[in-house]
Every structure is written in structure tokens, then in C-alpha cells.
């Protein structure tokens, strides 16, 4: 018989699968929309800003573009410098929170040295670098306590809920800053950077009921030094919030002009580059009431759109807030979203008759190399803070 060939069949072996767990994949790409609401808020300021400032450039330098001009270069540098900060780790301005923080400190005390700070519409709130121009030393300030309270809060974990370790050492460092920024005097940066640092201490887990307290005696404090000499200015601008024509033309010049800029502007506006409160009416269009120009030019619609991009980008930023894992980069992030959210609110309240005339730029839009090169940088750090927020799922 013929061999036949016989085929063994091994068994099959069962490979065991492994168990699907979630994944988890750190995001190496930068928030996208964080960028395009950011680059959007630049066009839109600069267009707004050279629609109301040539009249005023015109006038005061024969220059019609020389506020444009200037805010175009530092908007460039400020959009690379924010691309380059953006790959920084943001870990490193932690170890360096002490001296940002006391930098700032310095630069408010120069500030008050006579001979040093520089004057302008009876206050003295800048300095002058030679070559460079005129800078505020408080929108330096906002920065370090953005970066010193995130740091020192995170640092110091759960004894953040007690009055050691929480709320003392930080209210003594408002205290400091608001003093100082009293002799200049500063309301609208006293407000921002104590809103600031209270929105970080709140996210880090201070007790809330520390709030009360501390909000009672500063309402019996206010109270009482109201009638003192000392604040009368702040009587004065309260009398003026309340009614802006009661002195038209002095303190209540801003609001009322203010308004009328506003009210000019109906649902679509006059025009982009037809508005006339502009033409040496409105007291600076180009930096606090340019957000009052803009509605003049483009209405109620004009008006809306840029308060949603506004509200898209401070979304945006809480977003990455809450997405990061690490506490110091959420209260980072949290402190860079709140000073944005309450710079944007204040200048809105103001221009609208809502808070009292305090000088508070708008962000991205207001003319100021320095303040637009400070809010790009932090943008900046927000998107490098995007670049380690983590997902489930992608």
C-alpha cells in the first residue's frame, strides 16, 4: 500500500485579547479656537482702533496713523512673542513667581517717586524707558499676582482652607498693592487685581465663608472714610456715575460724550469710519472709550458680536482651566481668564454708565504697546497650558 501522508492538526491557540481600557492621550496641540478667537479680537481692535483714533492723531501729532501705526508693530511682535511663549513649559514661571511678584512691587513704588512716575489727567501711574515710551507698572503687577497666588496656592494644598496658610499672607499682599495703587491713584487696577487674586483663592479651595468677614469690614471701612477729605475724588466720581451731566463739562465730559456715542449708533450704526463723537467729543477714543466709538460706527449689531467674542474666548480659557491636571496650571489658567473677564467687564460697565469712569482699558482693543504685549504674552501661557490638558477618549 502507498504511504499516505498523515497531517497532524495542532490545536488552535487562542490568542487572549487584551481588555480595552479608556484611553487617556495628552494633548500636544494647542487649543486651535483659543487661537482663532484671539487672532479675531486683533483684527477687529486694530480696524476699531484706527477708525477711532486718526481724528485725535490728526490733530494732536499731523499724523493720522500714528496710533495704528504704532499698534500694528506691537500687535506682530505680540502675536510671535505669543507663538514662542506658547511652547515654554509653564512650569518654569512658578519657580520664578517671588521675583515677578516683587518686581512689580518695585516698579509701583518708583512709580510714587516724584521726579520718577509720570503725569498724566492728574494721575501718576507710568513710567518712561528711554527709546521705548511710557508703560504702567500695574499691568506688570497683574501679572506677578496671576503667578505668585497660583503658585503659593497650589503649593500649599489643603492649608489653603485655613487662616494661617490661606487667607492671611494673601490679603496682605492686596493690602500692599492696593495701597500703592491709591497714591496713583488706580481704581479700575485696585478692582482687577483683587478680583483676580480672590477668583484663584476661590478655585484653590479657600472657605468661602472667609468672604463675608472680610467683605463687611470693608463695606464699614468704605462707609466711614466716604465723607473724609481723603476720598473726596471718589465722591465726586460717584456723584457724576449717577449723573454725568450734572457737570458736563468737566468730570461728567467722559460719560455723557459716552452716551451719546452709544445712543448715536442705533441697531446698525452709522458706519465704520462715519462716527462723530470721535472728532475731539469723545475723550479717549482710542484707548478707554474705543469700545463707545465702535458702537457708534456699528451698533447694537457691532456691539454683540465683539461681546461674544469676547465670551468665547473667556469660555475657552475656564475650559482649559478645568482640563488641566495640575493644580498650578488651572489656578494659572484661572487667574489669566479672570483678569480678562473682569478688564472686558469693567470697560464695558464704564463706557455704558454701569461703573463709575475709572480708566480701565479694553483688552486687544485699547491703544498700548505694553498692556497688548503683557495680554498676548498671557495668552501665550494659556495655550501652552492647552498643550497639557488631557481628554478621555481622543
Same mark, same amino acid.
Given at each position: 500500500?502507498?504511504?499516505?501522508?498523515?497531517?497532524?492538526?495542532?490545536?488552535?491557540?487562542?490568542?487572549? +485579547?487584551?481588555?480595552?481600557?479608556?484611553?487617556?492621550?495628552?494633548?500636544?496641540?494647542?487649543?486651535? !479656537?483659543?487661537?482663532?478667537?484671539?487672532?479675531?479680537?486683533?483684527?477687529?481692535?486694530?480696524?476699531?482702533?484706527?477708525?477711532?483714533?486718526?481724528?485725535?492723531?490728526?490733530?494732536?501729532?499731523?499724523?493720522?496713523?500714528?496710533? #495704528?501705526?504704532? +499698534?500694528?508693530?506691537?500687535?506682530?511682535?505680540?502675536?510671535?512673542?505669543?507663538?514662542?511663549?506658547?511652547?515654554?513649559?509653564?512650569?518654569?514661571?512658578?519657580?520664578?513667581?517671588?521675583?515677578?511678584?516683587?518686581?512689580? #512691587?518695585?516698579?509701583?513704588?518708583?512709580?510714587?517717586?516724584? *521726579?520718577?512716575?509720570?503725569?498724566?489727567?492728574?494721575?501718576?501711574?507710568?513710567?518712561?524707558?528711554?527709546?521705548?515710551?511710557?508703560?504702567?507698572?500695574?499691568?506688570?503687577?497683574?501679572?506677578?499676582?496671576?503667578?505668585?497666588?497660583?503658585?503659593?496656592?497650589?503649593?500649599?494644598?489643603?492649608?489653603?482652607?485655613?487662616?494661617?496658610?490661606?487667607?492671611?499672607?494673601?490679603?496682605?499682599?492686596?493690602?500692599?498693592?492696593?495701597?500703592?495703587?491709591?497714591?496713583?491713584?488706580?481704581? !479700575?487696577?485696585?478692582?482687577?487685581?483683587?478680583?483676580?487674586?480672590?477668583?484663584?483663592?476661590?478655585?484653590?479651595?479657600?472657605?468661602?465663608?472667609?468672604?463675608?468677614?472680610?467683605?463687611?469690614?470693608?463695606?464699614?471701612?468704605?462707609?466711614?472714610?466716604?465723607?473724609?477729605?481723603?476720598?473726596?475724588?471718589?465722591?465726586?466720581?460717584?456723584?457724576?456715575?449717577?449723573?454725568?451731566?450734572?457737570?458736563?463739562?468737566?468730570?461728567?465730559?467722559?460719560?455723557?460724550?459716552?452716551?451719546?456715542?452709544?445712543? !448715536?449708533?442705533?441697531?446698525?450704526?452709522?458706519?465704520?469710519? +462715519?462716527?462723530?463723537?470721535?472728532?475731539?467729543?469723545?475723550?479717549?477714543?482710542?484707548?478707554?472709550?474705543?469700545? !463707545?466709538?465702535?458702537?457708534?460706527?456699528?451698533?447694537?449689531?457691532?456691539?454683540?458680536?465683539?461681546?461674544?467674542?469676547?465670551?468665547?474666548?473667556?469660555?475657552?480659557?475656564?475650559?482649559?482651566?478645568?482640563?488641566?491636571?495640575?493644580?498650578? *496650571?488651572?489656578?494659572?489658567?484661572?487667574?489669566?481668564?479672570?483678569?480678562?473677564?473682569?478688564?472686558?467687564?469693567?470697560?464695558?460697565?464704564?463706557?455704558?454708565?454701569?461703573?463709575?469712569?475709572?480708566?480701565?482699558?479694553?483688552?486687544?482693543?485699547?491703544?498700548?504697546?505694553?498692556?497688548?504685549?503683557?495680554?498676548?504674552?498671557?495668552?501665550?501661557?494659556?495655550?501652552?497650558?492647552?498643550?497639557?490638558?488631557?481628554?478621555?477618549?481622543?
Amino acid at each position: 500500500m502507498p504511504r499516505q501522508s498523515v497531517q497532524l492538526y495542532e490545536p488552535e491557540q487562542r490568542v487572549p +485579547q487584551k481588555v480595552k481600557k479608556p484611553r487617556v492621550s495628552r494633548v500636544k496641540k494647542m487649543d486651535f !479656537s483659543t487661537v482663532i478667537m484671539v487672532v479675531l479680537l486683533m483684527i477687529v481692535g486694530l480696524i476699531a482702533l484706527f477708525s477711532a483714533s486718526y481724528p485725535t492723531a490728526l490733530y494732536n501729532f499731523n499724523d493720522p496713523t500714528r496710533f #495704528i501705526r504704532n +499698534q500694528f508693530i506691537f500687535a506682530v511682535v505680540g502675536m510671535v512673542a505669543m507663538l514662542i511663549v506658547s511652547r515654554v513649559d509653564y512650569h518654569i514661571y512658578g519657580r520664578f513667581s517671588k521675583q515677578i511678584f516683587i518686581f512689580g #512691587i518695585i516698579l509701583l513704588v518708583l512709580v510714587l517717586i516724584p *521726579g520718577v512716575g509720570v503725569s498724566h489727567n492728574n494721575a501718576t501711574r507710568w513710567l518712561e524707558v528711554p527709546g521705548l515710551g511710557e508703560f504702567q507698572p500695574s499691568e506688570i503687577m497683574k501679572t506677578g499676582v496671576i503667578v505668585a497666588f497660583a503658585y503659593y496656592a497650589a503649593k500649599a494644598g489643603p492649608k489653603i482652607r485655613t487662616v494661617r496658610y490661606g487667607i492671611l499672607p494673601y490679603l496682605g499682599a492686596l493690602a500692599v498693592i492696593a495701597g500703592l495703587l491709591y497714591r496713583e491713584p488706580h481704581l !479700575s487696577a485696585t478692582v482687577i487685581i483683587i478680583g483676580v487674586g480672590l477668583c484663584i483663592l476661590f478655585v484653590a479651595g479657600i472657605r468661602v465663608w472667609y468672604f463675608f468677614p472680610i467683605g463687611a469690614a470693608a463695606g464699614v471701612a468704605f462707609a466711614l472714610a466716604y465723607n473724609t477729605p481723603i476720598f473726596a475724588h471718589v465722591r465726586d466720581r460717584i456723584a457724576v456715575w449717577l449723573d454725568p451731566f450734572i457737570d458736563l463739562t468737566g468730570d461728567g465730559w467722559q460719560g455723557a460724550n459716552s452716551f451719546v456715542a452709544i445712543g !448715536s449708533g442705533g441697531f446698525w450704526g452709522l458706519g465704520l469710519g +462715519q462716527g462723530r463723537q470721535k472728532y475731539l467729543y469723545l475723550p479717549e477714543p482710542q484707548n478707554d472709550f474705543i469700545f !463707545s466709538s465702535w458702537c457708534e460706527e456699528t451698533g447694537f449689531i457691532g456691539a454683540v458680536l465683539v461681546m461674544l467674542l469676547f465670551a468665547y474666548l473667556i469660555y475657552r480659557g475656564f475650559y482649559i482651566a478645568r482640563g488641566c491636571k495640575d493644580k498650578f *496650571g488651572c489656578l494659572l489658567a484661572v487667574g489669566i481668564t479672570a483678569k480678562l473677564a473682569i478688564q472686558t467687564l469693567i470697560n464695558l460697565f464704564v463706557v455704558s454708565g454701569l461703573f463709575p469712569v475709572t480708566g480701565a482699558s479694553l483688552p486687544f482693543f485699547s491703544y498700548g504697546g505694553t498692556a497688548l504685549l503683557i495680554q498676548l504674552g498671557e495668552m501665550g501661557i494659556l495655550l501652552n497650558i492647552s498643550r497639557h490638558i488631557t481628554r478621555d477618549g481622543t
